[in-house]
Each structure stands twice: as structure tokens, then as C-alpha cells.
């Protein structure tokens, strides 16, 4: 058996490497000319690091992020609502690492190189379409320029090929990307550490401005100062979308956070101290009712693009590339390709679904709800127990599938 997997990035040298494993041979094809360290930040999930130490590549991934003690949420005036331990601190036996996106992609690539060999890889490969027979799958390939490439065979294809994925394209043709006017701007930022160094943060709530924060790299500068990651968000009835290929600009946004000022951080002095600014639409997709069609099928984005809310995507990307490789490994790679959707389509799907009404935020939502939109005299005890606010996190632990409580996984 030979697999073409359409697309490089976290996904799909993911499966490159699980299939690897099983000893079955694969193609990537990657649309970029040359791979680079690129985007800002990402999280990795105790359930994300699972599958990270499966593939070999805990040792090499942990020492580039900053290993996170806690979450915690406070409304935009700056008072707290609810605090939480992470990763190890809350008894699992993987950390949370929040770290810089293209430092994971790096590794992956790297490792990609080092145990499949380079010619496995095909950069400034733009796969345009698949065709399918009895025989196997045809890639329609061009360069990134538009030149066209000669064909690509394989016994199976998998699409990663991200959110505006070109395979999905030619099965949902007429699909449209699910706007609900959220737009989101994010940077990373010299600072000093915010709280404990290790803490990640949500401050405010999406209808009146939300702050996402979080450092990446420790001691960057021999001062003690961090990279601070963070995520400037705001939803607004008739918004257009934000333009992926445009950069962002402070003056775009840093009105709706001009008096957020707390005694442990100025968040205007933050989002201006940002080398560079990238703007972005919050966009998914509904859920499709399949991935697979004969000998080609749907991975990570590809198959299911969600909010970028509770750190999530890449985690079920992560556990797409191992449970479909286990399933090739098993043999007879058309009905194996069906198997994996049996399996993974119906849980993504309901985390697509919780990202968008019930993410691990919507605690900011509820205690501005309880508050009437204002700030709360006393604490938020008068208006919500912690219990209750630990009840909605567990919720989503558990609907994202790594919840501490026994139960089946991904």
C-alpha cells in the first residue's frame, strides 16, 4: 500500500510519521516552496501530548514551550472569576505546553526527513483534485505559482490540506465557510511574566472584547523577559471578515481594550509591544455527514475546522493521523479509510459544535450574564460557586476528550 497525503502541516506529517510506524510507505505533498518557522502560538493539550510522545517526540517538543501551571479567567475589568491547575499540576501524566507553532511544525518536519527520508516529501506541490478508479487515486498537482506538475499515484489519498481545503472542495462544492462575525487579531510580545510565567489567560468575554494570553519561550533575552502569545477577539452583528492575507494593525482593534489596566498588566501596552500583528476571521465549517469517498478521505482541518477555542484543533488532528494509520495498518485501505470515519467523525463533530456555544470561555460569558454586564461587587462567589464554574470546564473536558474521569478516548 502506498498513501499520498495531501497537505504538511501538523496533520499531515503526523500521519506521514503513525504510518511510518506500521511500516507503510507515503508521499507528503506541500504546497509552500520551502518550510518555515512561522505563525505564533499554539497549546498542546495533555491529549495532544499523548499522541506527540507516541510519535517519539516528547523530549524534543517540551523544551520549546513553557510548561503551563494554571488557567485562569477574569472578566475585563480585571477581576477573577475562576482558577485552575493544568497539564501535570492537574494530575495528568503529560503537560500542557504552550509553545510557538512553527518550532511543533519544525520538529514534525524534521522527523519526517530524518525517518522517511527527503524524498518523501515534495514541496511547492499544490494538489488541485484527485481522481479515483479501481486501481488507485491520481493527484492533479501544480506549483504554488500555478505551473502545472506531472500526476501523483497512490492506493489511498488523505486530505490535509487545511480549512480551505481544495479536496473537500471537489466532494462539497458547495460549501461555504461558517462566519458568525468573530474576528481575531494575534501577536506575540517581549514581556515580562504575566502572573505566575506559567499562567494562561481569558480575560473578558467575545460580545464586548476577549483577550486570550499565554508566554511561548522563557527568558528570551537573558532579562527574564518572555514571548508572550495572545488573542484580541470581539464579535459584532454584520462584521465583514478579516482578511487572512492582510497584516493586522493595533489601531484596528486596541480601542475596545484602551482602559484594561490592571495592577499585573496593561494589556494596550501589550498588543502595541507586538513586533508584527496578524489578523484573522474566526471561521469553521458545519459538519459534513462523511469524509470518505472511495480511496480518499478528510484529516484535521480538512475534515473538521473548528473555532480556535480550548486549544483543540491540533489535538484531534493528532489523534485523526494515529487511529487512521492503526486502521490502514489493519489492512484492506478502502474499507480502513471508512473505519476511521466511523470512529472520528461523530466526536469531532460534537466538539465543532461545543466550540462554537460552549467552549472553556464561556465561563466569562455566563459570569457576565450573572453580572448584569458590569463589574461585581465583592467576588464572584455572590453570583456562581467554583464548583459550578469547574462543572463547565470538566464539561468541555470531557466533550474534547481529555477529561481525567475514566471513560472511552478518541
Known amino acids: 500500500m502506498r498513501v499520498a497525503i495531501i497537505g504538511g502541516g501538523i496533520g499531515g506529517l503526523a500521519l506521514a510519521l503513525s504510518l511510518h510506524r506500521h511500516g507503510i510507505a507515503c508521499d507528503v505533498y506541500e504546497t509552500v516552496p520551502e518550510v518555515r518557522e512561522i505563525g505564533v502560538g499554539i497549546t498542546l493539550l495533555p491529549h495532544a501530548m499523548r ?3 507516541a510519535l517519539g517526540l516528547q523530549a524534543q517538543v ?4 513553557i ?3 494554571e488557567s485562569v479567567f477574569f472578566n475585563r475589568w480585571g477581576q ?6 493544568r497539564g501535570r499540576h492537574a494530575g495528568y501524566e503529560l503537560p500542557e505546553i ?3 507553532r512553527g518550532k511543533l511544525h519544525r520538529v514534525l518536519y524534521q522527523a519526517v526527513l530524518d525517518r522517511l527520508g527527503p524524498q518523501a516529501v515534495h514541496l511547492d506541490h499544490r494538489c488541485i483534485g484527485v481522481d479515483q478508479d479501481e486501481q488507485g487515486v491520481t493527484l492533479r498537482l501544480q506549483t504554488s505559482g500555478g505551473a502545472a506538475l506531472p500526476s501523483a499515484q497512490a492506493d489511498v489519498a488523505v486530505a490535509c490540506d487545511g480549512v480551505n481545503s481544495a479536496v473537500r472542495r471537489q466532494f462539497y462544492p458547495d460549501e461555504q465557510l461558517a462566519f458568525a462575525g468573530i474576528n481575531t487579531w494575534r501577536g506575540v510580545t517581549l514581556h515580562p511574566p504575566i502572573l505566575t510565567g506559567r499562567s494562561y489567560l481569558r480575560i473578558g468575554s467575545i460580545g464586548t472584547g476577549k483577550m486570550v494570553i499565554y508566554p511561548i519561550v522563557d527568558n528570551v533575552d537573558g532579562q527574564g523577559r518572555q514571548l508572550v502569545n ?3 477577539e470581539i464579535q459584532r452583528t454584520g462584521a465583514p471578515k478579516n482578511d487572512w492575507n492582510r497584516a493586522g494593525s493595533p489601531e484596528d482593534f486596541v480601542d475596545l481594550f484602551a482602559d484594561w489596566r490592571y495592577d499585573w498588566l496593561d ?3 501589550l498588543i502595541r509591544g507586538a513586533a508584527q500583528i496578524f489578523e484573522y476571521p474566526m471561521v469553521d465549517r458545519d459538519p459534513v455527514p462523511r469524509w470518505t469517498f472511495g480511496r480518499v478521505t478528510l484529516l484535521g482541518d480538512a475534515a473538521h475546522p473548528m473555532y480556535p477555542r480550548g486549544s483543540n484543533g491540533s489535538a484531534q488532528a493528532l489523534i485523526d493521523a494515529r487511529v487512521l494509520a492503526g486502521e490502514l495498518a489493519a489492512g484492506d485501505g478502502v474499507a480502513a479509510l471508512a473505519r476511521y470515519e466511523a470512529q472520528r467523525l461523530g466526536p469531532t463533530s460534537r466538539i465543532v459544535e461545543t466550540n462554537r456555544s460552549v467552549p472553556p470561555d464561556f465561563i466569562n460569558i455566563r459570569a457576565d450574564e450573572l453580572s448584569g ?7 464572584i462567589d455572590d453570583l456562581i460557586s467554583q464548583d459550578e464554574l469547574r462543572r463547565i470546564s470538566d464539561e468541555y473536558k470531557r466533550i474534547a476528550g481529555f477529561s481525567l474521569d475514566p471513560g472511552p478516548r478518541g
Do not use: D, Q
Open 51 to 53: 499522541e506527540i510522545a
Open 230 to 232: 495572545w488573542v484580541a
Open 67 to 69: 510548561e503551563n501551571l
Open 373 to 379: 454586564g458590569r463589574p461585581f461587587p465583592g467576588t
Open 267 to 269: 494589556v494596550p501596552a
Open 62 to 65: 517540551e523544551p520549546l514551550g
Open 80 to 85: 477573577f472569576i475562576y482558577r485552575e491547575p
Open 98 to 100: 504552550g509553545l510557538h
